[in-house]
T-cell receptor, first 114, second 119 residues
Framework: AQKVTQAQTEISVVEKEDVTLDCVYE???????LFWYKQPPSGELVFLIR??????QNEISGRYSWNFQKSTSSFNFTITASQVVDSAVYFC???????????FGQGTRLTINP | EAGVAQSPRYKIIEKRQSVAFWCNPI?????LYWYQQILGQGPKLLIQ????????DSQLPKDRFSAERLKGVDSTLKIQPAKLEDSAVYLC?????????????????FGPGTRLTVL
């Protein structure tokens, strides 16, 4: 069975601070995909990134970066120079080869204060 | 490009009543998913369709929940009769093969959800 753990329930920082959201996953499959989604107050889940298990390269997209480490089964998400618009609930998710369903973590509520 | 459409956005019913939700996926997406998101939790898959066939309904409470995707396009999810614990946001998502790439991409695109309150 697959499992995703986001140990941080809530994080609150002041604008312009850097913040890292942790994600730890469990799976016995060797081929799998990891995702991050953002859920703003409007409720719609917005896709941010997908990573497959064979690609451990870190990725940067503007102020967002992701650190994938198979050795620790982690896929952490960092926001640099946070902004108020980054306030949302962020979900880490996992799917395995042959089963497209997403297994989500509990989510981390991020609040960026002006 | 239009996203995943869902209706209604909000629904309030009393327990033991019936309710139905509708979802129209992104055009051309063969796979459609219904997720249940209880307040404070991550979404949980209820049912997955590939075209009009069910791929996974292992977590669907079949004694009260049903879903169909008759023509392989839009879908309805029904609860009959509703219980208090069914209060949640019901999210529909779709995914499809990106013909521009060698491999299929399995990003799921989500609709705005239907917030159900059972009193």
């Amino acid at each position: 069975a697959q499992k995703v753990t986001q140990a941080q329930t809530e994080i609150s920082v002041v604008e312009k601070e850097d913040v890292t959201l942790d994600c730890v996953y469990e799976t016995r499959d060797t081929t799998y995909y990891l995702f991050w989604y953002k859920q703003p107050p409007s409720g719609e889940l917005v896709f941010l990134i997908r990573r497959n298990s064979f690609d451990e390269q870190n990725e940067i997209s503007g102020r967002y970066s992701w650190n994938f480490q198979k050795s620790t089964s982690s896929f952490n998400f960092t926001i640099t120079a946070s902004q108020v618009v980054d306030s949302a609930v962020y979900f880490c998710a996992l799917s395995v080869q042959g089963a497209q369903k997403l297994v989500f973590g509990q989510g981390t509520r991020l609040t960026i204060n002006p | 490009e239009a996203g995943v459409a869902q209706s209604p956005r909000y629904k309030i019913i009393e327990k033991r009543q019936s309710v139905a939700f509708w979802c129209n996926p992104i055009s051309g997406h063969a796979t459609l998913y219904w997720y249940q998101q209880i307040l404070g939790q991550g979404p949980k898959l209820l049912i997955q369709f590939q075209n009009n066939g069910v791929v996974d309904d292992s977590q669907l409470p079949k004694d009260r929940f049903s879903a169909e995707r008759l023509k392989g396009v839009d879908s309805t999810l029904k609860i009959q009769p509703a219980k208090l614990e069914d209060s949640a946001v019901y999210l529909c998502a779709s995914s499809g093969r990106d013909l521009r790439t060698v491999r299929g991409r399995n990003e799921q695109f989500f609709g705005p959800g239907t917030r159900l309150t059972v009193l």
